[in-house]
Nanobody
Framework: QVQLVEAGGGLVQPGGSLRLSCAASGRTFSRLTMGWFRQAPGKEREFVSS????????YYADSVKGRFTISRDYAKNTGYLQMNSLKPEDTAVYYC?????????????????WGQGTQVTVSS
């Protein structure tokens, strides 16, 4: 079993930045693909980004390309999502997810474990 704990959400003004973190435990971190999804009120959950086991492959939703950066720290067993140039439409609950696949993409079904979510609100 894998436990995922997110942190770093909050309220930020448009154009601002936040960094989300996802601490993983219960399985060798280097054998987990890490992903981020988000769900806005009244909308379906959507894929944001993912990073492969070795960090060599990263994927982003078109809506966040060039603004968000996914990374991972093997020493800390933690994944990160750096979010810059935030827009009001980025407001959502952000969920960390982990997959036992070497590489995982945008389908939620590819992921085996989920965090509890952290709220990100972009508003002036």
């Amino acid at each position: 079993q894998v436990q995922l704990v997110e942190a770093g959400g909050g309220l930020v003004q448009p154009g601002g930045s936040l960094r989300l973190s996802c601490a993983a435990s219960g399985r060798t971190f280097s054998r987990l693909t890490m992903g981020w999804f988000r769900q806005a009120p009244g909308k379906e959950r959507e894929f944001v980004s993912s990073i492969s086991w070795n960090g060599g492959s990263t994927y982003y939703a078109d809506s966040v390309k060039g603004r968000f950066t996914i990374s991972r720290d093997y020493a800390k067993n933690t994944g990160y999502l750096q979010m810059n140039s935030l827009k009001p439409e980025d407001t959502a609950v952000y969920y960390c997810a982990a997959s036992v696949r070497v590489v995982a993409g945008p389908r939620g079904s590819e992921y085996n474990y989920w965090g509890q979510g952290t709220q990100v609100t972009v508003s002036s």
